[in-house]
């Protein structure tokens, strides 16, 4: 049996992560465990072993706030082969006539069991025809039934079902609560390994215990040294790739030593995908020190003085969109090679240089006289405000003492749809339905002139191309908040005949493009 199941938790005590387990522990001493409960949490958390766990509680012969798990329920429930209580997985079991069967099913009494069990694994798989027709039996189940969906996407579950859970979250586990659980592993097999190995191993889990464990057991069938230095070897950081002169290759644009670098790599059998998730670790570590938080293990972030704050954002940048591209990559090193010649060659630092002048674009603030602010980016916020709306025109005054006034001007927003547009022309075209009427430095607020324009945007797919734009844009991660707002209306000087009423300025000159997303949207 691998570790993973031979020390997986039996026990509430036993779940190693602490907030889930004391959500539970307060949920079961309350003596009213609830027909329909959903565990939300990354993979490898701990979510199914939670919901076995309580299945043993709510069937335990003994009936404590603890499974004894010696009676014929826990014992069968352990082994899973207890037949009232039913584990599915949603992913293989999505449609609606699967949940019809499950219907069906749920009507039928427990055959020994005080309660039947149902944990729907990957919840957020089903159909939305299929979460309908199981959204009728939790609003209404029978008395004998508990079920417990887990997810690791609980966003993408629809909302009534949501409503009707009482949800427990399991957070990514801490690198403390790793080493928690690889210690029982490491106890109960009489296993020599020492602390800091065990650091590099929950490190390198990014959160999954289930993921740590299979690490762990994978050094100790391959009889590898359990040092941290080894450890550290076997899991792609110093063996097929050194960080220190790699790091010294980029600081000092040596572009063909950088490649020979990454193609050393791939010829001793490393993977680009290790390759970045070392990289990226390293860089952030690295970032983080320079606004003053250590992170991760000490020695993890070599030669970090190489490189300014700025640096090492654009940095960061480029490996993650290069991490991004890896598995479509036709050549798996491509993304990285094509990022390490954008760094070299001087395209970071543009990409950089570039940000920097589209803030300079962005009114800042000050708390200073009105004198103290630019002119210039006054006239330019003035005009785009009379675009929008010429009933803005007013007087300017003086921001008040310790306030921070940001605005969007005209060039910015006309910036932004530049950059959205060769990305999706459906988003730029929503886009010329709205204007910016907000922006405080971590949100930004936009006006959107029609409801239909308004769901559009805030879709997600949409809603994180047009921040990751507006980040890239203005130098700062964004927010984007739509509201509805009139929509300005043309006024042409003396024209003869106007049309009655005025006619809303979507564009200038773009019909074409609206006509394409509305083309897109309803077919041709």
Same mark, same amino acid.
């Given at each position: 049996?691998?570790f993973?199941l031979?020390?997986?938790?039996?026990t509430?005590e036993?779940?190693d992560?602490?907030?889930?387990?004391? $959500?539970l522990?307060?949920l079961?001493s309350?003596g009213k465990i609830?027909?329909a409960?959903?565990?939300?949490?990354p993979?490898?958390?701990? @979510?199914?072993?939670?919901a076995r766990?309580?299945a043993?509680?709510?069937n335990? /012969?003994?009936?404590?706030?603890?499974?004894?798990?010696?009676?014929d329920?826990c014992?069968?429930?352990t @082994?899973g082969n207890?037949i009232d209580v039913?584990?599915?997985?949603?992913a293989?079991?999505?449609g609606? =006539? =699967?949940v019809?069967?499950?219907r069906?099913?749920?009507?039928?009494?427990?055959a020994?069991?005080?309660k039947?069990v149902?944990?729907?694994?990957?919840?957020?798989?089903?159909t939305?025809?299929? $979460?309908?027709?199981?959204?009728?039996?939790l609003?209404?189940?029978?008395?004998h039934?508990?079920?417990?969906?887990?997810t690791?996407?609980? /966003?993408?579950?629809?909302?009534?079902?949501?409503s009707r859970c009482v949800?427990?979250?399991?957070?990514?586990a801490?690198s403390?609560?790793?080493?928690?659980?690889?210690?029982?592993v490491?106890?109960? %097999?009489?296993?020599?390994i @020492?602390?800091?190995?065990?650091?590099?191993?929950a490190?390198?889990?990014?959160?999954?215990?289930r993921d740590?464990v299979k690490t762990?057991?994978?050094l100790?069938?391959?009889?590898e040294?359990?040092?941290k230095?080894s450890? %550290?070897?076997f899991l792609?950081?110093r063996?097929?790739?050194?960080?220190?002169?790699f790091?010294t290759y980029?600081?000092?644009? %040596?572009?063909?030593?950088a490649?020979t670098?990454?193609?050393?790599?791939?010829?001793k059998?490393?993977?680009?995908?290790?390759l970045?998730?070392?990289?990226?670790?390293?860089?952030r570590?690295?970032?983080?020190a320079?606004?003053g938080i250590?992170?991760?293990?000490e020695?993890?972030w070599p030669g970090?003085e190489?490189f300014?704050?700025e640096?090492?954002?654009?940095l960061?940048?480029?490996f993650?969109?290069?991490?991004?591209e890896?598995?479509?990559?036709?050549?798996?090193?491509?993304?990285?090679?094509?990022?390490?010649? @954008?760094?070299?060659?001087?395209?970071?630092?543009?990409?950089?240089?570039?940000?920097?002048?589209q803030?300079?674009l962005?009114?800042?603030?000050?708390?200073?006289? !009105?004198?103290?602010r630019?002119p210039?980016?006054?006239s330019?916020?003035?005009?785009?405000?009379?675009?929008?709306?010429?009933s803005s025109?007013?007087? !300017?005054?003086?921001?008040l003492?310790?306030?921070?006034?940001?605005?969007i001007?005209?060039e910015?927003w006309?910036?932004?749809?530049a950059?959205?547009?060769?990305i999706?022309?459906?988003?730029?075209?929503?886009?010329?339905?709205a204007?910016?009427i907000?922006? =405080?430095?971590?949100?930004?607020?936009?006006?959107v002139?029609?409801?239909?324009h308004k769901e559009?945007? %805030?879709?997600?797919?949409?809603?994180r191309?047009l921040?990751?734009?507006?980040a890239?844009?203005?130098?700062?991660?964004a927010r984007?908040v739509c509201?509805?707002?009139?929509?300005?209306?043309?006024? /042409?000087p003396?024209?003869k005949?106007?049309?009655?009423g005025g006619e809303p300025?979507?564009?200038?000159?773009? =019909?074409?493009?609206?006509?394409?997303?509305?083309? /897109?949207?309803?077919?041709?």
């Open positions: 049996m691998t993973y031979k020390y997986r938790g039996q509430l036993e779940i992560l602490k907030e889930a387990r004391e $959500s522990k307060r079961v309350s609830p027909h409960l959903l565990f939300s949490g993979k490898g958390s701990g @979510k199914t072993s939670a766990i309580l043993k509680i709510i335990c /012969e003994k009936q404590g706030s603890e499974p004894c798990n010696k009676c329920q014992v069968s429930i @082994k207890n039913i584990e599915l997985d949603a293989s079991h999505r609606i =006539d =699967d019809r069967a499950l069906d099913a749920v009507k039928l009494s427990a020994r069991a005080r039947k149902y944990i729907i694994d990957e919840a957020h798989m089903l939305l025809e299929a $979460s309908n027709a199981l959204l009728k039996t609003e209404e189940p029978p008395a039934v508990v079920f417990i969906l887990a690791t996407n609980p /966003e993408k579950l629809i909302e009534t079902i949501r949800n427990i979250v399991f957070k990514k801490s403390q609560e790793i080493i928690r659980s690889l210690n029982k490491v106890k109960g %097999e009489k296993i020599k @020492k602390e800091d190995a065990l650091g590099v191993i490190e390198k889990s990014q959160g999954s215990f740590a762990l057991e994978q100790t069938s391959e009889k040294s359990l040092d230095k450890v %550290e070897e792609f950081r063996k097929t790739f050194n960080l220190e002169e790091l980029l600081a000092q644009d %040596e572009t063909k030593k490649l670098e990454i193609e050393q790599v791939i010829q059998g490393g993977s680009m995908q290790d970045l998730e070392f990289l990226l670790t390293s860089l570590a690295g970032l983080l320079k606004v250590a992170s991760g293990p020695g993890l970090g190489r300014s704050k640096d090492l954002i654009n960061i940048k480029l993650t969109e290069a991490h991004g890896l598995k479509g990559a036709f050549i798996e090193q491509l993304p990285v090679e094509v990022a390490v010649v @954008k760094w070299c060659e001087g395209e970071g630092r543009k990409l950089q240089s570039a940000r920097l002048d803030n300079s962005v009114a800042k603030g000050d708390t200073g006289s !009105p004198s103290s630019s210039k980016l006054d330019a916020s003035e005009n785009l405000a009379q675009t929008i709306d010429p025109r007013r007087q !300017p005054t003086a921001p003492k310790g306030e921070m006034k940001l605005e001007t005209e910015v006309r910036t932004i749809l950059h959205v547009k060769p999706n022309t459906s988003i730029e075209a929503l886009l010329r339905a204007r910016p907000g922006y =405080d430095g971590k949100v930004l607020t936009l006006g002139f029609y409801k239909f559009r945007l %805030e879709e997600n797919s949409h809603r191309v921040e990751d734009v507006v890239g844009v203005l130098g700062n991660p984007i509201t509805l707002t009139e929509p300005p209306v043309r006024r /042409e003396e024209v005949n106007p049309p009655a300025v979507l564009t200038e000159g773009g =019909d074409k493009d609206i006509i394409k997303i509305a083309e /897109e949207i309803f077919g041709n």
